[in-house]
């Protein structure tokens, strides 16, 4: 048995090859989970391993008590972990990861944390904390100033619950040391990620204090930026048979597909590392290709959890095996999401989208459905609304984008029944308005959640797609309404 380390020269596994005592900590890094380890922190090792980039090394911050097991985790392997990439044929390839040089835990130490964002040599702060995790209105995409996390953290800045009271008192700090301030990097599945927290730092600074508000609008870049790579959550059967196979213990190793892609736009006043040169694309407006991604990708991920999870199914690529499902797909990308996108400059659309289709159904992922359906309520309120409203403005069919609404009332529905294993129930902090509005007498309650719908339950056409769509789905079942719909 090999522990992990800077090498496994038993096993075969390429490890960091770089002197990781010379390296220096340039980026901070909020929400460090599997999707950050198998993408930013992948791309700056595979820089290190170029011998460039080791003043650009991660510093992972949890916010969260959950964050406490990866603190423990990271704490006893030196912060290092294995990537191990699925291949469709099922092989695998791990490898060592080293980039991430040090994790701290805001809760035992939120100074430690406030001093690494004071430091001169981080440039960069990046996050990772989930659609949700804006503080943002799902509906309306306005800042919440009334969640109770945001007021917590105005009055306790010395121990925050959110990764946007550090960034906002890390900033103040900063300008009060006269530090030019560090560049803010979302790389969360967001519409215009950079924007959206742009909105929610300056909201937040300005509960805080107006002119540190004033001073970030003016002062701060807010790159956006487009992520992908399909990572799902670690299991005990990774660390199981990275242990038999390769040798290495590892506590969180991060399952990963072989595809991967991060386009980025190119603003960073304090500089950033030479990302350009293992395959990151630097770009002036990464906006079209990341509603591409948002509209095709994401919106396609809710529809396998709400049509799969009440046929049976359970994981991702078996659920790609229903040819109906399949097709539904197919339809929906081309039909109703391909159309709101616009001007894709260098994109093969059709390509890209046969692309996505074997993504899913690659059988060495072994994704969730459960994972897909998490946090569902800010997901359909960021991936399919939009294209909906989109269709509605220009008088295009919103037939399979109401299905995929309805297939998720009626999942909602099944749970309020007792219908599904409680291992497969999300998490979602909307659980009980969703359950109740799914249960209602009224199958339009669902599109009355104003936090998720605002306005959209008043539109007609949609509303009576909906219910169409609803009662087709309780009345005959996922696959008999699939058949009707897509006219098999």
């Not at 509960?207 to 992520?227: G, K, R, T």
Request: hydrophobic share 45%.
């Amino acid at each position: 048995m090999t522990a992990l380390t800077t090498t496994a020269p038993d096993a075969g596994v390429p490890s960091p090859t770089y002197d990781r005592t010379t390296a220096t900590v340039g980026i901070v890094h909020f929400g460090f989970g599997n999707f950050h380890r198998s993408h930013q922190a992948m791309y700056l090792d595979r820089l290190m391993e170029r011998g460039e980039g080791l003043d650009w090394g991660i510093c992972g911050v949890g916010v969260l008590p959950q964050d406490a097991a990866m603190r423990d985790a990271m704490r006893a392997q030196d912060c290092l972990f294995t990537l191990v990439v699925r291949h469709p044929d099922g092989s695998l390839e791990p490898r060592v990861v080293g980039s991430v040089l040090e994790y701290l835990y805001g809760p035992e130490d939120a100074e430690a944390v406030y001093a690494r964002l004071c430091d001169p040599a981080v440039r960069i702060v990046s996050l990772t904390v989930t659609e949700g995790g804006y503080l943002k209105n799902a509906a309306t995409g306005a800042f919440d100033a009334t969640d109770d996390a945001v007021v917590h953290d105005v009055d306790h800045l010395e121990n925050p619950r959110t990764a946007f009271a550090y960034v906002v008192e890390g900033l103040r700090r900063r300008r009060a040391a006269g530090l030019e301030p560090f560049t803010v990097l979302s790389c969360d599945n967001l519409q215009g990620n950079g924007e959206v927290c742009r909105q929610t730092v300056t909201g937040f600074a300005r509960l805080v204090d107006p002119a540190l508000a004033d001073w970030i609008e003016a002062s701060v870049a807010f790159p956006n930026c487009m992520v992908d790579r399909i990572t799902p959550a670690t299991t005990d059967a990774d660390r199981e048979s990275l242990l038999a196979d390769f040798g290495i213990e590892d506590r969180w190793p991060v399952p990963a597909e072989p595809f991967t892609q991060w386009i980025v736009e190119d603003e960073f006043p304090l500089g950033r590392p030479a990302l350009e040169e293992v395959d990151v694309q630097f770009v002036d407006d990464v906006k079209p290709y990341e509603l591409m991604k948002l509209r095709l990708l994401n919106a396609s991920h809710q529809a396998l959890a709400y049509l799969g999870a009440p046929v049976g199914y359970t994981l991702v690529d078996e659920t790609m095996r229903d040819e109906r499902i399949r097709s539904y797909l197919e339809r929906y990308m081309a039909d109703e999401a391909a159309p709101t996108l616009g001007e894709l400059p260098g994109i093969d659309l059709p390509g890209y989208m046969a692309t996505l289709l074997e993504r899913f159904a690659n059988p060495g992922i072994r994704d969730t459905l459960v994972r897909l359906a998490t946090d569902g309520a800010n997901r359909m309120a960021t991936f399919t609304l939009p294209a909906v409203r989109a269709n509605l403005e220009a008088g295009r069919p919103v037939t399979l984008g109401a299905l995929m609404v309805a297939a998720w009332a009626e999942y909602w529905a099944l749970i309020a029944r007792g219908g599904l294993p409680e291992s497969e129930i999300p998490p979602e902090v909307h659980a009980r308005a969703l359950r109740d509005a799914a249960s209602d007498d009224d199958p339009a309650a669902f599109l009355r959640i104003e936090a998720v719908f605002g306005d959209l339950a008043d539109d007609e056409r949609f509303r009576d797609e909906f219910l169409r769509m609803r009662s087709a789905l309780a009345a005959e079942g996922v696959p008999a309404t699939l058949d009707e719909v897509l006219g098999g």
